[in-house]
């Protein structure tokens, strides 16, 4: 079993409504993201919301994803990743972190990140677009505990290059690995590649 976790619980100070809302082609930034995990071949979808989850978890439609609430939010991804982690069913050998704001990645790339763990055991799958590794990366069960340890406002690449854990390299196709929403600029460029056909 394979678990997927959309980390969305940030505040989107910047955009002055909750950037999980964002509209990308009709549907919401967070439904778009997590839309592209129930479609893919992830066994379980964890979102993890924090900052106006109720608010967000009305205003969306999540599917047969389970919703979690991290309290803890303010103390940035870390702990988003330890919640999320925290959620996923026991019997879960891998799990693929994902940021809530990159509505661009595919579900092909999703599934090439599944098959390359199965074809190898890991412990660490990721997804490179020319020479740059982006997101989501999938991690082995053996390495929960590690992630979990994380704090602060950092990701789970800290602990890769912190570990020196063997990254096996998934070359793909798709440049939405490397482009996530922080700003306005980001957001309107999205919405420029969707509406070239990228």
């Not at 079993?1 to 980390?7: F, P, R, T």
């Not at 549907?27 to 993890?48: N, Q």
């Not at 047969?64 to 019997?91: F, M, Q």
């Amino acid at each position: 079993m394979i678990s997927g976790v959309v980390l969305a619980a940030g505040e989107s100070a910047r955009f002055g409504v909750p950037k999980q809302l964002l509209k990308i082609g009709g549907r919401t930034l967070l439904e778009t993201v997590v839309g592209k995990f129930s479609e893919s071949r992830v066994d379980e979808v964890v979102v993890v919301l924090g900052c106006d989850s109720k608010f967000i978890q009305r205003k969306v439609a999540l599917g047969r994803a389970r919703v979690v609430t991290n309290t803890d939010y303010e103390k940035g991804l870390s702990s988003s990743i330890r919640a999320g982690i925290e959620a996923v069913r026991p019997e879960s050998r891998a799990v693929i972190l994902a940021l809530g704001d990159q509505p661009l990645i595919s579900i092909a790339t999703i599934d090439a990140l599944v098959q390359k763990y199965l074809e190898t055991g890991g412990p660490v799958v990721a997804p490179y677009f020319g020479r740059r590794r982006g997101n989501p990366v999938l991690f082995d069960r053996q390495l929960f505990l590690y992630l979990k340890k994380i704090e602060g406002d950092r990701g789970a690449k800290a602990a890769i290059e912190e570990h020196g854990w063997r990254v096996v390299r998934v070359d793909v196709k798709d440049p939405g690995v490397l482009l996530d929403i922080d700003s306005k600029a980001d957001y309107r460029r999205v919405l420029r590649e969707l509406s070239e056909g990228r």
